[in-house]
């Protein structure tokens, strides 16, 4: 043992510690948990007991011996590599490499911030699947079928899985989510649904074949088109200004009954009339209503002791509003000029 203990202070003291390799290598060759000197630690529990004490102290100076020269290499190299001179083919006064940092989209600016504005009145997210059935999509919401009202939506149809009678599609719109949390959740329910909804429909400033909608419901006894009225107020004028007025147009959907458009002030031009309002001063935003009682049946709601209301807002429209942006081609462009518009937000 004292053998190996004499050889390895000799290998200590001559070992290569000139570069910064070097002496890396010797730090896992001595110091390391796996090195030569660990390996003699693990040794002395063999030696006889009455020679242990003798040893140890003399592994535990050699570990000394050994810290102590990698210490002094380490200091000896990082004096030379401070003195060093500056390389003079280098100009040191050249302005940092930019590095862009990223910024968040536009759309999920506006989405983040009118799920806040919903859950500060309780309304908790929902979210469900893109590809979707004729029931959750269609059915259940009233559209019978070869009704003229599934004639209002373009629909992407996908081939049928093994097993199913129908093909499927992507939804179009987040009506489903609606279904399938008044099919699943228990009474009362308050929810808003975000997500992508996909529709047939050729590419313009004004309108793509993909886009997103934030949607919700509230479903109670006694819910009343009031409360659906001082919903809207709020979040229009939490998101838009105090200043912003808002008026209920008489529509139809086949999911609820009364329905309703929703319209604010122009922003462009504030209630004056441009081309943007078409000159009428105000610009839509949604739709909104009672719940039909036959979608309520339909999800095994009792809609003689249950009302609820459910609206549906467009992102994109709200974000062109909000922003003023006149096409909505920029959303999916990916346009970098068009997003640093944004960064400050």
Known sequence: MQESILGLAAEVAAADVSTAAALD???LLYLGRKGRLADLFDQLKTVPADERRAIGQQLNGLKQQ??????????????????????????????????????????????????????????A??????????????TALNFPENHPARDMQDTFFVPAVEGDEQPGLLRTHTSTVQVRVMENEPLPIRRVMPGRVYRNEAISARAHML???????????NVS????????????????????????????????????????????????????????GWVEIGGCGMVDPAVLENCGIDSEKYSGYAWGMGIERITMLKYQVKDLRLFTENDVRFLRQFEAL
């Open 25 to 27: 290598q010797f730090r």
């Open 125 to 138: 997210v929902a979210e469900g699947p893109e590809i979707e059935d004729d029931w959750h999509n269609f």
């Open 225 to 280: 088109f009031a409360d659906l009225k001082q919903t809207i107020y709020y979040f229009v004028r939490e998101l838009f200004g105090e200043d912003i007025n808002i008026r209920f147009r008489p529509s139809y959907f086949p999911f609820t009954e009364p329905s309703a458009e929703i319209d604010i002030t122009c922003l462009i031009c504030k209630g004056a009339g441009c081309n943007i309002c078409k000159g009428v």
């Open 66 to 123: 050994a810290q102590t020269r990698f210490d002094e290499a380490q200091q000896a190299l990082e004096e030379t590599n401070a003195n060093q001179p500056a390389d003079a083919t280098y100009d040191y006064t050249l302005p940092a490499v930019p590095y862009a940092l990223g910024t968040r989209h536009p759309l999920s600016l506006v989405r983040e911030q009118m799920l806040r504005i919903f859950s500060r009145i309780g309304f």
């Open 211 to 221: 886009f997103h909608q934030v949607e919700g419901h509230y479903i109670d006894e």
